[in-house]
């Protein structure tokens, strides 16, 4: 007999973005190293101590940039409810790290005891679940537009222009400004910005490179701006922020 729930603890070697689908509800939690996840347009981080809710049959695209231990727990879609969204992002607090690690031990819900536990786990982190990460950028949908995505980013920790990048695609500035618009709701400089805290949380959790050092690694010339943009997007100090990793 299948149970209702399962989970298991896997380390991974960097590799490219691929389409994840699963026939369970998937909780998927970043142990050591990162995780990108997009689905619906829109990309995430996922470091330790942030969980991802995936909804059973759901396509979603996962790249490893840096090696990363998950912990997983699988919930079959008849004992758990149908998750808010098919791909949320969320905190960890301390009571479901706790639940997730006694599942952990347990393996599945085979025991009464562990049913229990993992039911308890269902029942927080859904509730956690309905309030999702800001950390978060658009995928773009056009491919003119996923490729100004693709090169800003890959000119994060230098100097970026926005000229350069229209060029490059094709369109003229006003264009691909209007593209931004209306495929993601927001400026070229507003995803830029959350880019670089999106890179700048990758970066916090690969290591122990200090936090000047990773506001550099990601384009910022001010410790100040990069520490004021962090907090504005996370609510945390980047210092606040990588503690948040540890248990």
């Known amino acids: 007999m299948i149970p209702k729930a399962y989970s298991f603890v896997r380390t991974f070697a960097p590799e490219p973005a691929r389409e994840m689908l699963t026939d369970r509800h998937y909780l998927l939690c970043a142990s050591a190293g990162a995780l990108r996840l997009e689905a619906n347009g829109q990309s995430w981080v996922l470091p330790p101590a942030r969980a991802a809710l995936i909804a059973a049959g759901r396509p979603i695209r996962v790249s490893i940039p840096q090696p990363v231990t ?39 819900s085979s025991d009464p005891y562990a049913s229990a ?57 006003r264009s691909l400004a209007r593209r ?13 910005r959350r880019m670089r805290i999106l890179r700048a949380i990758e970066e916090l959790a690969a290591g122990d490179a200090s936090v000047t050092a990773v506001a550099f690694a990601v384009g910022y010339t001010s410790l100040s701006g990069f520490n004021a943009a962090f907090r504005e997007l996370t609510g945390r100090t980047p210092s606040e922020y990588r503690a948040s990793f540890r248990p």
């Not at 931004?180 to 830029?192: N, Q």
């Open 117 to 173: 536990l993992f039911d308890a786990l269902i029942a927080v982190t859904w509730r956690l679940a309905e309030r999702p990460s800001p950390v978060v950028v658009p995928a773009g949908s056009s491919p003119e537009l996923r490729r100004a995505l693709a090169l800003t980013e890959e000119r994060l920790g230098g100097e970026v222009r926005f000229e350069d990048i229209a060029a490059e695609v094709g369109l003229v500035p």
């Open 180 to 192: 931004f618009e209306d495929e993601t709701g927001m400026t070229w400089r507003a995803v830029l």
């Open 70 to 108: 998950t912990s997983s727990v699988l919930f079959d879609p008849m004992f758990a409810p149908v998750p808010p969204t098919p791909l949320t992002v969320f905190d960890l607090n301390p009571l479901a790290r706790a639940l997730l690690a006694e599942c952990g031990s347990w393996g599945d």
